[in-house]
């Protein structure tokens, strides 16, 4: 599969963004798919994550409240909206797939779930 990000760029403070990852090769509703970011001299992190089966979602505590994970089928697209940005969330997102279903053995939380990344969108928030 491969994976294409997109809808990053530069949004003040208390906005909003989508950012879409559009999948070719696989079907989106069949597999894992997270969200990472990597903020300006840290380490990648965890952002949210929606499951193949039942389309369940998971967000980490930093963004509870403001981003939401969604799947489009028809679309083969998976999305993250981002409301209520704020200069923490300025970092690279990274969407990637669970192929092998690592989600057996591994929490989606975890990078070393996933076997596919797209290429990641600058999110920058200037306050």
């Known amino acids: 599969v491969q994976l294409q990000a997109f809808g990053g760029g530069l949004v003040q403070a208390g906005g909003s963004l989508r950012l879409s990852c559009a999948a070719f090769g696989r079907t989106v509703s069949t597999y894992t798919t997270g969200w990472f970011r990597q903020r300006p001299g840290k380490e990648r992190e965890f952002v949210s994550s929606?499951?193949?089966?039942?389309?369940?979602?998971y967000d980490a505590d930093s963004v509870k409240g403001r981003f939401t994970i969604s799947r489009d089928n028809a679309k083969n697209t998976v999305y993250l909206q981002m409301n209520g940005l704020n200069d923490e969330d300025t970092a690279v997102y990274y969407c990637?797939?669970?192929?092998?279903?690592?989600?057996?053995?591994?929490?989606?939380?975890?990078?070393?779930?996933?076997?596919?990344w797209g290429q990641g969108t600058q999110v920058t928030v200037s306050s």
């Open positions: 990637a797939a669970d192929l092998r279903g690592s989600g057996f053995y591994l929490p989606s939380t975890e990078s070393r779930a996933y076997n596919y």
């Open positions: 929606i499951y193949s089966s039942g389309g369940s979602t």
